[in-house]
């Protein structure tokens, strides 16, 4: 067995973090940044990645964190916990939501009612953070999606031959509606197993279950068929990440958005995801 350098491994991560923020210009001067913390190593990583690069960085922003419980029993609670304690830790504020406190519904409750818990789940989180990050008046989302997280994505779209969804690929989205604030992708070129050992390595605090609902996913599919691929044949995941970044040339046309006119949030259609699945669960009760 390789004995790995603890000192060595994190600067390893941390350098490549911080040359991606520089290389892209991520953040910039005067921005306050919401970081999307589930508590899950993915988003634990990027909090301390961005506090150490604040710490670090001539730029000066502001940093606060955003943890969302979707209402899974037994799962989401220890979350929290890490989100909680790894923001004390960075002294980072935290703002704690909830899809009950919002929709007034929990994800358990209400899952059965779709082919798959993770779209309702995608979207009604996907509002809160984005409604939560505009009231606070913060200029971008951080997110913890890595690596593998980004050729999934890839691979699901171009699947189902959607291309209007590589728009939303790369380490940073442009702001295209003046309520929809930018995403951004600190962990954009970091494989996940390089994540899941960071956390260990250093003992950090990070929930590492799987979401009981993930396996229903096509993502979960996905992941595994990736997962062997690369056990198979290694660089395969790196492989698709060039050949993708290569794409990224390639001029897509951003979708255009309305607000929606039931909460005037953004929406690709006159009534957004969120509101529609509302409808659908009001009218089932």
Not at 95 to 102: A, D, H, R, W
């Amino acid at each position: 067995m390789v004995k790995i350098d603890k000192e060595e491994f994190n600067q390893k991560i941390f350098t490549r973090i911080n040359n991606l923020i520089d290389e892209y210009k991520l953040i910039k001067d005067g921005e306050k940044i919401a970081i999307a913390l589930s508590g899950g190593k993915d988003s634990v990583l990027t909090l301390h990645a961005l506090s150490k690069y604040q710490n670090q960085s001539d730029i000066d922003f502001e940093l606060i964190a955003i943890s969302v419980d979707e209402g899974i029993k037994g799962y989401r609670s220890s979350g929290l916990d890490a989100a909680v304690n790894n923001c004390k830790l960075l002294d980072i504020d935290l703002i704690e939501t909830s899809f009950y406190n919002t929709f007034n519904y929990n994800l358990d409750d209400i899952h059965m009612e779709f082919k798959s818990a993770c779209i309702v789940c995608g979207v009604f989180r996907r509002y809160i953070l984005n409604k939560t990050s505009y009231e606070l008046n913060c200029d971008k989302i951080a997110t913890g999606h890595n690596l593998d997280d980004e050729i999934q994505s890839f691979l699901m779209s171009f699947a189902r031959a959607d291309t209007l969804k590589f728009s939303k690929f790369g380490p940073e989205l442009n702001r295209i509606h003046p309520k929809l604030v930018p995403r951004i992708k600190p962990l954009w070129n970091t494989p996940e197993k390089e994540v899941g050992m960071w956390a260990l390595l250093n003992n950090i605090d990070v929930h590492l279950e799987e979401c009981p609902y993930s396996h229903l996913s096509l993502r979960s599919k996905i992941k595994g068929f990736l997962n062997d691929a690369e056990d198979k044949n290694p660089q395969t995941k790196i492989n698709i990440l060039n050949s993708f970044i290569k794409s990224l040339n390639v001029e897509v046309k951003p979708p255009v958005l309305y607000e929606c006119k039931y909460c005037h949030q953004p929406s690709s259609t006159d009534v957004c995801k969120a509101c529609e699945i509302l409808k659908l669960l009001d009218d089932n009760k």
